[in-house]
């Protein structure tokens, strides 16, 4: 079975990586120079819009998945006889933050407050809807704080130009954030890891710890339940990631995302089945694996550099995952995860690997 992937950046490289065990094929689909899932499977350079040879390519897929959600909900590609999981209306919500807010709002699920704002004069008028201080976001194409200035003093809002549809949010306290890695299958099975708490630093995710601590069973199956909602009424089929600010015992729902998550990355170890393979699992109608705790695991991102690889190896259970990318700064290259059977032990060895991490 060959399945179509667009978009061929690390998400998509992992994805192939664990469906070789599972005898499955790739095709990636990437615009870009060099896509790092190219160095592991056939892609395609073409812009997802053209649709050069695209129903050719189509006949040789099963089935179409992506990793990347600025992927055009129009594209060519996701219009063929073939099917698409997740869903084209996951894509739709998920890739406007207007849409993917009103849609938590009307499963019940609590948000930030937010209005969208479209113009200058726009943006004056709602910041005293929404308070100081807030934050504004543009609806689309945003990604590791890209795209987002947060507005502390009536002076900052004066500063800014608005050149595309945003929207602007409450800056909220919270406690923490949290995200949730929920499946679900062709026949409606789901399945949930337990909640992942993230620490972010300049807006790219710098560290994930699952099961993340002092999680009550209360705001687990909150977490579940907000996800199954969005399932439901997307009629959902892979994996899907909702990132949360908890507050007390109330979450709010920041975003999500209609795919693999960077947030799951820590599950190739510490699950036992990775979300890699339980999103292939339940897009080609295979029954979900299991979703269980092999220890306690924490995720380090590398971005912008590569550490020493010989001293992270030299680390016992640390586990290096290099993306083959250039390093650049702000840009996500590689992860390391540690798991193990001790908070203790677990705590010593992520401060080995932030030793060398910098
Ligand atoms: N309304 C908010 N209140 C407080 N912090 C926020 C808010 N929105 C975003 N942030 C911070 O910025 C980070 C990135 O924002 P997010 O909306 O998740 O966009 P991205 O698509 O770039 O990940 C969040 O993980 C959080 O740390
Ligand atoms: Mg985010």
Redesign the pocket.
Known sequence: MTIGVLGGGQLGRMIALAGYPLGLRFLFVDPSEDPCAGRVAPVVKQHYMDAQGVQERLRQLQVVTYEFENVDADSPWLAGDVDVYPPVEALRVTQDRLLEKRCFRELGIET?TFTPVDSDSELQGSLSRIGLPC?L?TRRF?????G?SVIRTVDDAAEIEIHAACIL????Q?DR?LSIIAVRGKNGETAFYPLVENE?RN?ILYKSISPSPNVSKSVQSLAEDYARRVMEKLDYVGVLAI?F?QYGERLLA??MAPRVHNSGHFSIEGSDTSQFENHLRAITGLPLGSTGERGLSCMINLVGSIPDIDKVLAIPGAHLHLYDKEPRPGRKVGHITVVSDSRETLELTVSQVEALVG
């Open positions: 930030p934050v976001k945003g990604y590791d704080g890209k987002q949010e409450s800056f909220v919270f954030e972010h807006g990132e600010f920041n975003e």
